[in-house]
């Protein structure tokens, strides 16, 4: 019993360091888990605003092209009705009537240049600039954390191997009821099964144990969890030997 005790202990110490490796990375990885998500959809929105510009810039040039061709128009109109070539009224009422038109034509589009064309570009060019800042910023943010976390890892990948390898060698000689029960208490315990039981008292939550508890506990008739907190407990006598 003490023996199976003994290895529960074992796999509890390198549990214990596996987490506290872990814990050194902090929340790095939530953060990076969090920036890429924020990437991600910058990327779409300034993609989906970035098509929309173009489209108005394509109006907007089709609208330009137009007029210069109704100038032109106008020019060559004019022209015809200052040569004198004109013969009959019913022409040059047509030509001035064309003119007419294509002044007004000229008009409206200059209307939808100025006011809509020119406040949606406006408004979408800030907006993708805005984004585009933000970008940058969540891009360096990312690459500094991503740094750090693989210098983490670096750090602590030799001995996350080493003591993995070591639970490795541990698993096996566990009792598989052992190993469960020791799972369960883990699971509950976010990973701090056990506990040593020092001078009368459970380390893990200072609750005290009975002088015939204790001497039970350190006799290892059965496994003991303490009834505070409900980890294995094991003596201090035990792991000092
Ligand atoms: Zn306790």
Redesign the pocket.
């Known amino acids: 019993m003490k023996e199976r005790l003994l290895l529960l202990f074992e796999l509890h110490k390198i549990d214990k360091e596996l987490q506290e490796l872990e814990s050194l990375k902090g929340d790095i990885p939530e953060i990076i888990e969090e920036l890429t998500e924020k990437k991600d959809s910058h990327e779409q929105t300034l993609d989906r605003l970035e098509q929309e510009l173009s489209g108005i810039t394509e109006n907007e040039s089709v609208l330009v092209t137009q007029n210069s061709s109704l100038a032109k128009k106008i020019d060559k109109n004019d022209e015809v009705l200052r040569s004198g070539a004109v013969k009959s009224n019913q022409e040059y009422n047509a030509l001035a009537k064309e003119i007419e038109d294509a002044y007004e034509h000229i008009d409206k589009n200059e209307d939808v240049l100025e006011k809509d064309i020119k406040i949606k570009k406006d408004e979408l060019t800030n907006r993708i600039n805005t984004l585009r800042t933000e970008l940058a910023d969540i891009l360096s943010d990312l690459a500094q954390h991503e740094e750090t976390l693989k210098a983490l890892n670096e750090q602590t990948e030799e001995e996350e191997k080493e003591l993995k390898a070591q639970r490795e060698s541990v698993v096996p000689k566990v009792n598989p009821e052992d190993l469960e029960f020791y799972k369960r208490i883990n699971d509950a315990k976010f990973g701090d099964a056990m506990?040593v039981v020092r001078k009368g008292s459970?380390?893990?939550?200072?609750?005290s144990i009975p002088p015939q508890r204790s001497i039970e506990i350190r006799m290892v008739e059965r496994f003991f969890t303490?009834?505070?907190?409900?980890?294995i407990?094991i003596s201090e006598e035990l792991i000092n030997i």
């Open positions: 506990a459970c380390l893990g939550c200072f609750n303490c009834e505070s907190c409900g980890r407990l």
